[in-house]
């Protein structure tokens, strides 16, 4: 057995003790996802650089943007609140996890502001950051919910305390958090969701949670409906869930710190995603 390995198995095996300590239930559902990555493989996607031009395009609005600017103020804001609480931001802040990217967030911003959901759905909340843009925006909006699916930090109780702290009370009205994992709480959400305009993936990220979320959300997708989907390059889960799409639109994102890649996919061919 090959030293990293032997090394990468003894950390998950511990990792996973504490988790069966503090949340059984959970923590048995960590078990295939931490065998099932064994199979994965990092995948060597085609970057698109004009990807902000491109999304703008596919929104039928105009480029450059009129609300990239405020996207980018509220984004430094967030990270100057986080940062005030004296907490270090971005790359793995949050144990393992990070938080968003401002790449990632820019594009959150300007999609809910040009196509108004009623009804966001995503995975993964640590400190909030990607929420926070959400609601933001939605509240600019004036109209529509978030709801987020969130499994506290399952190796690292001490961080629990920070998870939302990026979203201030005066923010939570437009907000459900859905304590748990994806796998356990998301199929429920949807079914009496019943529909889906926005779908943001930033929870685990593996092959297969990352198919598991993108294949339960198709089903329930509005026409015109996209979905951001955050860490792709790791491993093959993006890939083989967009290839299994007759006609889906794509786009390769690289994050603003240049580590990571984001998607976005529009599975459906149909169209405007802009509603307003
Ligand atoms: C990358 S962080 C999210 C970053 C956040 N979106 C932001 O912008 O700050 C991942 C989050 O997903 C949670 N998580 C881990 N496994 C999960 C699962 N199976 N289902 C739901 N959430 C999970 C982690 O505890 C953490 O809160």
Redesign the pocket.
Known sequence: MDKDFRRETVSRLRHLAQAFATNPREAA?LVP?GLASYFEHPVDYDVDDSWELRLHQWLDVPWPCSERQAGQEVWNAVVREVQDRGLAFGRHT?GQ????DAALGRALWCTVRHTRPAVVV??????????RIVLEALERNGEGHLWS??????FEPDLRAQ?GI?IPAHRRSRWSYVE????RRLPGLLRELGRVDLF?H????TAR?TRFEMERVGRVLAPGGLMFI??ISTHQGFADWVRGIARARTLICPSEDGEGLFGIVAPHPAGRAVRA
């Open positions: 559902r996802e949050y996890y990070s938080d968003g995503e995975t993964g909340v640590a400190r909030g950051v990607t929420s699916v969130d499994l506290p930090h399952p998870t990026a748990g994992s994806s796998r943001v930033d929870s685990l990220h949670n955050d860490d």
